[in-house]
Nanobody, 126 residues
Framework: QLQLVESGGGLVQPGGSLRLSCAASGFTLDYYPIAWFRQAPGKEREGVSCINRDSSIKYADSVKGRFTISRDNAKNAVYLQMNNLKPEDTAVYYC????????????????????WGQGTQVTVSS
């Protein structure tokens, strides 16, 4: 059974950092396009970043220069390093995987990702 489990969320002050982890079980992550999404209360799910099978990486404009996505094939995990966090980054963060036959150098819309984690809450507040 394919599973994704996020961890690393929490409460942080503005300007602080967090590192989110997305651990996979039941499949090998580096064969799959992976993305991070977030959803704030009352808002639509928003793509944050993605890393594709060819290791191409994209970021939303709102996080460019502050967030870094990476993949550790040995640990079968994907990470999202978040620096200089802002209150508007407050949301539940989800990692998602698309099927390996989906080939793209861009981030996909959420409906193209078939496997989702349960989410981890990130709250940026003083």
């Amino acid at each position: 059974q394919l599973q994704l489990v996020e961890s690393g969320g929490g409460l942080v002050q503005p300007g602080g950092s967090l590192r989110l982890s997305c651990a996979a079980s039941g499949f090998t992550l580096d064969y799959y396009p992976i993305a991070w999404f977030r959803q704030a209360p009352g808002k639509e799910r928003e793509g944050v970043s993605c890393i594709n099978r060819d290791s191409s990486i994209k970021y939303a404009d709102s996080v460019k220069g502050r967030f870094t996505i990476s993949r550790d094939n040995a640990k079968n995990a994907v990470y999202l390093q978040m620096n200089n966090l802002k209150p508007e980054d407050t949301a539940v963060y989800y990692c998602a995987a698309a099927n390996p036959w989906v080939v793209s150098r861009q981030c996909l819309p959420p409906e193209k990702y078939d496997y989702w984690g349960q989410g981890t809450q990130v709250t940026v507040s003083s």
